[in-house]
């Protein structure tokens, strides 16, 4: 638990992640050994009365998806969806699944593999944007990767490159590389996978209308370690980026976690205050001249962050490879301090050869702890 003095500003009307309408895809993932394994959707409600969930994907006839469920308060839905649906490669196809209810639900999927795991949290159709700056990790062990899903017909995309050296998207039989952009023609249910070995974070995707976007990786080490994970979350629209954050290491580590901060405008002042237990607090101070410029910081286990910035910005977690520990690659998007909620719905997915210890890591205001405290 977290000891947090400084949170003031907690939006209660802020837009949130329940919603009744999602449009997701799911990117590529490495199988090995022949043993692939179905994706996976877990969907929860905070609603007193039942819910009516519609799972489909109409533009795609194999394999079929239509699927209805029903999920009350306290109930976690889990629907296992053919792995076909995920992109291989530079791919366009229509590979949108559609997710529509009675009353708000929450949404996670999961992209699991033999080896090779990561979640996202769906984001409702009505807090999508129209720009995004993605994240994904390099140096890439496999093809960092981009998925755009169309929410709307007739909808025009367009694809900056991110600014770092490597990239290298090949589209309709031309070659892009770093800063290069190109566009597409999307409908609802569209679906197009960029792939690169470069890093694509920062890469800038604009539309006339919204859209839904993923990135990550197919499955890559991050850090000293050679372990390897699957990199996915479904990307928050630049107007939903924040500039106060609270971060903390992935609890039982030693490795340490790496933290990327994606700029969207110029020059952005960034400073990371931060305490490892048992040390005196520390600050950063990073500086990203242009809009999609990115660095990042790699900090010790056990620490605290405090993040605030001079303009809007990303920050993402990246849990490293195993190095004289245990755990393995994650990317997860630290939502700001100003998206805070008074009341979470969440689960926990399954291990595809067991099961996981799970953790809960929550903030708390210095004056509302004891009352955490009373209840836990
Ligand atoms: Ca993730």
Redesign the pocket.
């Known amino acids: 638990m977290a000891d947090v003095d400084d949170v003031s500003i907690l939006e209660q009307s802020s837009p949130d992640n329940s919603g009744k309408e999602f449009m997701i895809g799911f990117m590529e993932n490495s199988i090995i050994k022949r043993k692939d394994f179905d994706i996976e959707l877990f969907i929860t409600t905070a609603s007193s009365s039942k819910v009516l969930v519609r799972v489909t994907a109409p533009k795609t006839k194999y394999p079929h998806l239509n699927e209805t469920l029903q999920v009350s308060n306290g109930e976690v839905k889990q629907l296992s969806i053919s792995n076909k649906f995920r992109h291989i490669g530079t791919e366009f196809s229509s590979k949108g699944i559609l997710i529509t209810s009675t009353d708000e639900v929450v949404v996670y999927g999961i992209n699991k593999e033999f080896y090779s795991t ?3 949290l769906g984001l409702p159709t009505d807090v999508l944007g129209t720009k995004y700056f993605a994240a994904t990790y390099a140096p890439a062990t496999r093809y960092c990767l981009i998925l755009i899903v169309g929410v709307h017909d007739n909808t025009n995309v367009n694809i900056k490159l991110g600014d770092n050296n490597g990239v290298r998207v090949i589209y309709g039989g031309i070659t892009y590389g770093k800063g290069d952009s190109f566009e597409v023609k999307i409908n609802r249910f569209s679906t197009f996978q960029i792939h690169s070995s470069g890093d694509l974070t920062g890469t800038c995707v604009t539309s006339n209308k919204t859209v839904s976007i993923f990135s990550g990786n197919i499955k890559t080490a991050i850090g000293r370690g050679k372990t390897q994970d699957h ?3 479904q990307l928050v629209p630049v107007d939903r980026w924040g500039k106060r954050f609270l971060a903390m290491s992935t609890p039982d580590r030693t490795a340490g976690d790496i933290y990327r901060f994606i700029a969207s405008e110029r020059d952005t002042e960034i400073i990371v205050k931060f305490q490892t237990q048992g040390r005196r607090t520390t600050s950063d101070t990073l500086r990203l001249s242009l809009p999609g410029h990115w660095t990042y910081k790699w900090y010790d286990s056990n620490t605290l962050l405090s993040i605030t910035s001079s303009k809007p910005i990303s920050v993402l977690q990246y849990t490293v490879s195993q190095y004289n520990d245990l755990g393995d690659p ?3 998007i630290i939502p700001p301090i100003e998206q805070y909620g008074a009341d979470y719905t969440f689960t926990t997915p399954k291990y595809s050869q067991g099961s996981y210890f799970n953790y809960l890591l929550f903030v708390v205001r210095n004056s509302e702890k004891t009352w955490i405290e009373d209840k836990w």
Do not use: A, K
């Open positions: 990561d979640g996202f990199l996915v979350e994650s990317m997860m």
